[in-house]
T-cell receptor, first 115, second 116 residues
Framework: GNSVTQMEGPVTLSEEAFLTINCTYT??????LFWYVQYPGEGLQLLLK?????DKGSNKGFEATYRKETTSFHLEKGSVQVSDSAVYFC??????????????FGKGTKLTVNP | GAGVSQSPSNKVTEKGKDVELRCDPI?????LYWYRQSLGQGLEFLIY????????KSGLPSDRFSAERTGGSVSTLTIQRTQQEDSAVYLC??????????????FGPGTRLTVL
């Protein structure tokens, strides 16, 4: 079945450091790929998405490129801020029975950015 | 409402009791999903509704779990005879559900269930 594997961390960085969180996936079809973020005390929010191969999703300085050849969707940011401290989830979605677009999530990576 | 709401925000129950968790999706959203977030298993899909029907129940972990949706809006997740392994945060999400396109799922704040 479909699955997502991501770097589990935790990851601790200093402000302005470069961030990479690795994510790879296994899927039988042509899934859409996502990064969700969960800030402390808040609900899950969509950070960025890509719906087909070679698409790049970007938001708030974060980027991820849908790489079909390596089945990867790594999250990157050039210069992290303290406010980026959160848990990041990589996820995929495909169309399942009855039109379900259920999300399959990785385990999550906790990022802490220190001033 | 402006977003997805869930109630209660916290629920503590004793093993063996039944619990009901409620989700109010964004108005007009036809698709509704339940997920569970636990330390051991991460985020897992439970059930999907399109309107009032549930064509995908593949994530329900046992027959103690059931859910319904009425009026194409509010959904209730019921767990019967709760067990300690049911302790988790139960998340609800809704989306516009337009076929042919990925529809962003908007998540509620979750209900934290603790089974003693």
């Amino acid at each position: 079945g479909n699955s997502v594997t991501q770097m589990e961390g935790p990851v601790t960085l200093s402000e302005e450091a470069f961030l990479t969180i690795n994510c790879t996936y296994t899927a039988t079809g042509y899934p859409s790929l996502f990064w969700y973020v969960q800030y402390p005390g808040e609900g899950l929010q969509l950070l960025l998405k890509a719906t087909k191969a070679d698409d790049k999703g970007s938001n708030k300085g974060f980027e991820a490129t849908y790489r079909k050849e390596t089945t990867s969707f790594h999250l990157e940011k050039g210069s992290v801020q303290v406010s980026d401290s959160a848990v990041y989830f990589c996820a995929l979605s495909d169309v399942f029975q009855g039109g379900s677009e259920k999300l399959v999530f990785g385990k999550g990576t906790k990022l802490t950015v220190n001033p | 409402g402006a977003g997805v709401s869930q109630s209660p925000s916290n629920k503590v129950t004793e093993k063996g009791k039944d619990v009901e968790l409620r989700c109010d999706p964004i108005s007009g959203h036809t698709a509704l999903y339940w997920y569970r977030q636990s330390l051991g298993q991460g985020l897992e899909f439970l059930i999907y509704f399109q309107g009032n029907s549930a064509p995908d129940k593949s994530g329900l972990p046992s027959d103690r779990f059931s859910a319904e949706r009425t009026g194409g809006s509010v959904s209730t997740l019921t767990i019967q005879r709760t067990q300690q392994e049911d302790s988790a945060v139960y998340l609800c999400a809704s989306s516009a559900g337009t076929s042919g396109l990925y529809n962003e799922q908007f998540f509620g704040p979750g209900t934290r269930l603790t089974v003693l």
